[in-house]
């Protein structure tokens, strides 16, 4: 577990790195190391003990100010520097405050406005209504006055019918209740009431001094109020008409108006450590919710009114009320809130009409005029982002450009975009990236060539045999030389635990790479060929080997492709080569002082998939060699175009009869460059010696 955590950056061995971990870098930037820094974590410290002694609080914020403009200041810097390097950042900056942040503070001062003017309509409104409903109750109590003093005029004083009737008339008026008093010495008393439970049992000292009209908090509850008085004789009678602030009151006047009211009262100023608050006592105790106002899908159908809109703006207004314990003059009565939620759609509506439907007409002219003129606003954003797009798109072109070049992209083109002078200089760069890669270009492939030359000749070195073998009484000497880099020519010696060796010698058609890769295929196949088989000098072992070589080219490579091979196989103990030549050129026998060549075999490999192939086995005595070649060392040319030929090779192969493989060897070769004089040759020179010592 240990060695696990050593391993997280935030861990470093002892004499390990120097560069500090995740601790060590957050230590170094939040450490005091700077005065300001220092003045930041002074006003930290005092704000915090400001919580038991607030006198502290008066210096921290000083300090917490100064540090706060400092760091301001410092990341504004690193903000421009960073964000404002590019050409393009700085002229979309400043379209953005040229264009895009007056447009934005007009469309705010304008919904600011649109807001208000909606608030004040819908004040306006709520006040209308207000006033409409006191009006009405002030007019049903005058009636019942009127009525009352008639009754007494005519000596019936019984107010039942008279309350009756009026209730009859003003079945719209939810909630309504109208109460009889009479005044007894100081106080006053319910003689009646249409409500079986009333709230008011006695009015107070306030209300019995004279009429009333208006909005009354009593209980907690807002009530529209009206009171007035009537002498029948020597007796004194109160009306008292009223009707609650209730959800139905509420829920009628969004239907008339699209405003919603939520009202309460603030009841004074609290003061704790949390700071200044305002308590307020809600007058609801249950208000109407979205999905009561929104009422059902059936309701909303069979009355549009209902539909709240997909916008309600909010709101707030005072109202002067009178607290009903106290009166509408105490220096107590706190004024009604209503806080209201304005369908700004119906507002406007009711707003102009005028006795005329020319709201939706108007309303559909006022859309139609800010969709036009949002249409010329975005037309004039597109036309400016097009401009500064124009500006900067060839500064940032030619800085991937640059960019690009130094990161060795040659092939990179900034894109002509227009025909301008900047247009202009970015084709003058992009000609000049052109001529900058054309000539890296040519010393490009030449050097990775030559690598890729050079790492071929690399790997096909390995397949050379790197030490001669010696087996019994047979000495082998093998060289080859390439006409390029690589070869398509090859040699190799296989030994059997010493028990036999196989000798191997083959030409690729074609040169370069292709006959390489070639070359090495068919090598390595010979050798899983000579490793899985039968190690013994079995008759027909070469012929089946050869006849599987045959099959894997003619599977695996071109049709044009095909190879010649020389394989035989010497044993030590009987003295005798066993070969196979796959249409190879027929390798040359000395045996006392008589040359003759070893054709047995057949086609070349790769032209004929079920080709037969023939193997011979001769005996060699001491003194015997054989020479193995392939067709470079007979077509080498002279400076004239003519070849060596197989005359001029039998005529050296005659004359070092009596020398060692490596002699023989080097006598070939030498002959063959003496004769060609420095020529270029168009062919790989292969030649592998072998003589019974």
Not at 98 to 113: Q, R, S
Not at 382 to 403: C, E, N, P, Y
Not at 633 to 641: D, F, P, R, Y
Request: net charge neutral; with cysteine; glycine share 8%.
């Amino acid at each position: 577990m240990a060695q696990g955590l050593k391993k997280l950056p935030i861990f470093r061995e002892p004499g390990g790195s120097n560069e500090p971990g995740l601790f060590g870098r957050l230590w170094r930037r939040l450490a005091p190391s700077t005065r300001m820094k220092r003045v930041a974590y002074a006003g930290l410290i005092l704000l915090a003990l400001s919580l038991w002694i607030d006198a502290l609080a008066l210096a921290a914020f000083p300090l917490l100010a100064v540090a706060f403009g400092y760091y301001l200041y410092r990341f504004a810097g690193l903000l421009r520097d960073r964000l404002f390097w590019r050409v393009r950042n700085r002229i979309l900056a400043s379209f953005v405050f040229i264009g895009v942040v007056p447009v934005g503070v007009v469309a705010f001062i304008g919904l600011i406005v649109v807001w208000f003017l909606v608030g004040a309509m819908g004040t306006l409104f709520t006040e209308r209504e207000f006033g409409s409903t006191v009006d009405r109750l002030d007019h049903i109590a005058l009636r019942v006055q009127l009525e009352l003093y008639r009754a007494a005029l005519n000596g019936d004083l019984s107010p039942v019918q008279t309350v009756t009737e009026r209730m009859q008339a003003n079945q719209d008026f939810s909630h309504l209740s109208i109460s009889i008093f009479e005044q007894k010495g100081d106080t006053t008393a319910l003689t009646y009431s249409s409500d079986p439970a009333p709230t008011v049992r006695g009015l107070p000292g306030w209300a019995a001094k004279g009429r009333f009209a208006g909005i009354a908090i009593d209980d907690s509850t807002a009530y529209f109020r009206a009171i007035t008085d009537v002498y029948a004789g020597d007796r004194r009678f109160y009306v008292l008409a009223s009707i609650p602030m209730s959800q139905e009151y509420e829920y009628a006047f969004w239907r008339k108006s699209g405003v919603y009211l939520y009202p309460y009262i603030p009841e004074g100023f609290h003061h704790d450590r949390r700071g200044v608050r305002i308590e307020h006592l809600h007058i609801l105790k249950d208000p109407l919710t979205a999905l009561d106002l929104i009422g059902s899908q059936e309701a909303r159908r069979a009355d549009p009114s209902l539909n709240i809109g997909a916008l309600l703006l909010p709101w707030a207004s005072l109202f002067r009320v009178a607290h009903w314990s106290s009166g509408p003059s105490a220096p107590s009565s706190n004024p009604l809130v209503i806080r209201m939620s304005i369908d700004p759609i119906r507002i406007f509506r009711h707003s102009m009409s005028g006795g005329f439907d020319l709201a939706d007409p108007l309303l559909t002219a006022l859309i139609a005029l800010c969709a036009i003129l949002a249409l010329v606003e975005l037309s004039s954003f597109a036309i400016g982002a097009v401009i500064s797009r124009r500006i900067t798109s060839a500064v940032h072109d030619l800085s991937q450009g640059t960019q690009a070049i130094r990161a060795g992209r040659l092939d990179f083109r900034a894109p002509a975009r227009h025909h301008d002078q900047l247009g202009e200089l970015v084709n003058s760069f992009n000609a000049m990236a052109a001529s900058i890669q054309a000539l890296l270009v040519e010393v490009g492939d030449k050097q990775r060539m030559e690598a890729e030359l050079q790492m071929a000749r690399d790997v096909q070195a390995q397949f050379f045999p790197k030490q001669i073998p010696r087996i019994g009484r047979l000495a082998l000497s093998g060289a080859c030389a390439p006409a390029r880099v690589v070869s398509g020519d090859c040699y190799d010696f296989l030994l059997h635990a010493e028990a036999l060796i196989d000798i191997v010698v083959s030409d690729i058609s074609g040169k370069g790479l292709s006959a390489a890769l070639l070359n090495a295929s068919l090598q390595s196949a010979l050798r899983l060929q000579v490793t899985v088989g039968a190690l013994e000098a079995q008759p027909g072992r070469l012929a089946s080997m050869v006849c599987h070589l045959n099959r894997h080219l003619c599977l695996n490579t071109a049709p044009e492709r095909f190879a010649t091979l020389f394989i035989g196989t010497y044993d030590p103990e009987t003295s005798t080569l066993s070969y196979c030549c796959a249409g190879h050129n027929p390798p040359y026998l000395l045996q006392k002082g008589r040359l003759s060549q070893l054709c047995a075999g057949g086609v070349p490999l790769g032209l004929i998939a079920d080709a037969r192939y023939e193997e011979a086995t001769v005996s060699l005595d001491a003194g015997d060699l054989f020479a193995i070649y392939t067709d470079g060392i007979t077509e080498a040319q002279s400076l004239s175009g003519e070849m060596f030929g197989e005359e001029r090779l039998e005529r050296v192969i005659l004359g070092c009869a009596g020398m060692s493989c490596e002699e023989i060897q080097s006598q070939i070769l030498e002959a063959v460059r003496d004769f060609s004089l420095g020529v270029e040759q168009a062919d790989d020179q292969t030649l592998v010696v072998g003589k019974i010592v």
